[in-house]
Every structure is written in structure tokens, then in C-alpha cells.
């Protein structure tokens, strides 16, 4: 059974920090890219980061590139997402998904976790 398990999500003020982990199991992980989406109340789900699985290059919106840090760790079948100097605009619900390749579209990405809420006061 594929699973994605996300955690790491909280009530931050801004300026603060979280680090969400995102656990898989069920395929290969390291065949798979890693990415982070984000979906606001009444907004849509936009990609925030991802990781690529053969040269582990990073990709980021720019509304988080110099706050936000992906990672993963092949041998914990794990990836990470470091953000900091978190701004209320960054509250929303994030999931991880598995693509096969680097995509920034959602229809790209096979399998999706449930989420992790975070909010960020101000």
C-alpha cells in the first residue's frame, strides 16, 4: 500500500519556523521526485517545492525561494521541507506528492499525502 504521511505542521507566529517531514512508503522512493503543494481556504493548489530523484536538484516558487529549503533522505524514505521567516500568506494546508519526474503541475504527481495544516499568525 502506497503512503505518504506528512507531519510537522503548527500555529507559528511570523518570523518563525517549522520543518514538515514527509514519510513514504509502498514504491521506490527513490525513483520518484518529492514535491510540496500548498492549498489555501478558497484558493487552489499550488506547487511550493520539489526534488528531483536522479541528481536531487531543488526547485521553488518564488514566492518561498530563500525562505523554504527541500531535502530528502533516501534511506529514511523521507523528505523535508525547512521553512522559515514564515509569513501569513504561507498558511494553508501542505502535501506532499510522488511524480516520476521533476513537474510543477498536479496531474503530474501519481501519489498525494494527506496534508499537514500549518498557520501563521501575525
Known amino acids: 500500500e502506497v503512503q505518504l504521511v506528512e507531519s510537522g505542521g503548527g500555529l507559528v507566529q511570523a518570523g518563525e519556523s517549522l520543518r514538515l517531514s514527509c514519510a513514504v512508503s509502498?514504491?521506490?522512493?527513490?525513483?520518484?521526485?518529492i514535491g510540496w503543494f500548498r492549498q489555501a481556504p478558497g484558493k487552489e493548489r499550488e506547487g511550493v517545492s520539489c526534488?528531483?530523484?536522479?541528481?536531487?536538484?531543488?526547485h521553488y516558487a518564488d514566492s518561498v525561494k530563500g525562505r523554504f529549503t527541500i531535502s530528502r533522505d533516501n534511506a529514511k524514505n523521507t523528505t523535508y521541507l525547512q521553512m522559515n521567516s514564515l509569513k501569513p500568506e504561507d498558511t494553508a494546508v501542505y502535501h506532499c506528492?510522488?511524480?516520476?519526474?521533476?513537474?510543477?503541475?498536479?496531474?503530474?504527481?501519481?501519489?498525494w499525502g494527506q496534508g499537514t495544516q500549518v498557520t501563521v499568525s501575525s
Open positions: 526534488i528531483s530523484n536522479n541528481d536531487g536538484k531543488k
Open positions: 509502498g514504491f521506490t522512493f527513490r525513483d520518484y521526485c
Open positions: 506528492a510522488a511524480s516520476p519526474e521533476v513537474a510543477w503541475a498536479t496531474g503530474e504527481y501519481n501519489y
